[in-house]
């Protein structure tokens, strides 16, 4: 595509008319008209403000692409290489905050061990409400960057190429960080084996910090899990539209399925005093849940 075709096809991306663009370039209509036909060329200033507003990059306003890129060509959302870093950034930052707030759930386990009674159970609770509250304000928190999750994009060819071969190296680090977590709650089983033959006072105290070491865990799972679903969206977009479809369909699972059995573990809990090992309902909800969207999917 050359300039005049990249420029129209982005203002009608964002829903912008060409007298709205005029306006925002402090041009006429008849300029911007002139642009998208071909017929003349922004000066250096008009281009800069193009690239900012439509957050794209100069080299693609300004580079031809050939026909070698026709297979990356096809109708969908252009994302350029600053939008693409920018979503990557901001799903990184709320991995982070969820994993802090899950962390910081499961990690409040901790009182019920090293304190006896209600007051163990109080500090439980507070430490559930801060963890609650780090995840609802992440959930309040405006989403950025929609479009590259729920369209088809279209990228720069020499960009997709780089970012592909970039992905394929970080796809084995955030893989090896979810196997150390795997490897980390394995080992805190063997730990708890021991911890259970200490005498009573002794093995309190050191079943105190496996919940840490849990937590510690599943911030990995969720960090290293949302980085490799966010790059997987741009390096096999295809992919991505696919499950986007099926988690439309079995998203009423997971929904219905979780807060029963955050329920469950709580009734469990505060009932039969069974926090250990009674949140295995979690890793059991999530086979079932597992179990019946791949029953469902085999079903289509």
């Known amino acids: ?45 008009k281009l800069m403000q193009i690239s900012s507003l439509f957050n794209v990059s100069l080299d693609y306003l300004l580079k031809e692409e050939r026909s070698e890129t026709a297979a990356e060509e096809e109708s969908g959302y252009y994302a350029s290489r600053e939008m693409v870093e920018g979503f990557l950034l901001s799903k990184r930052q709320g991995a982070l905050r969820i994993g802090i707030g899950v962390a910081v759930i499961i990690s409040s386990l901790i009182f019920t061990s090293i304190s006896d009674g209600s007051f163990g159970d109080v500090l439980f609770l507070l430490g559930v409400a801060v963890g609650v509250g780090i995840l609802v304000a992440q959930g309040f928190r405006p989403k950025r960057y929609e479009e590259l999750e729920t369209q088809p994009l279209v990228f720069d060819s020499a960009f997709l190429k780089e970012f592909r071969n970039a992905n394929a190296v970080r796809r084995k680090r ?21 911890v259970d033959s200490l005498p009573v006072a002794s093995a309190a105290w050191a079943e105190a910090f496996l919940p840490p070491v849990w937590a510690f865990s599943v911030f990995l799972f969720i960090y290293a899990g949302s980085a490799l679903n966010a790059e997987g969206i741009i390096a096999d977009n295809a992919s991505h539209l696919k499950e986007v479809e099926d988690d439309k369909r079995n998203g009423w699972i997971w929904a219905a399925v979780m807060p029963l059995t955050a329920m469950a573990y709580l009734a469990i809990g505060f009932l039969w005093d069974a926090w250990h090992p009674g949140w295995l309902v979690f890793p059991v909800a999530v086979m079932i849940c597992v179990g019946i969207t791949e029953w469902r999917n085999s079903k289509k």
């Open 1 to 45: 595509m050359e300039f005049y075709q990249k420029l129209k096809k982005i203002r009608k991306e964002n829903g912008m008319s060409q007298e709205e663009l005029a306006d925002q370039l402090s041009v006429s209509r008849q300029a911007v008209s002139k642009w998208e036909n071909g017929q003349g060329f922004p000066e250096t200033e």
């Open 174 to 194: 955030y893989g090896l960080l979810i196997v150390f977590g795997i490897a980390v709650i394995i080992a805190s089983f063997a730990a708890k084996v021991l």
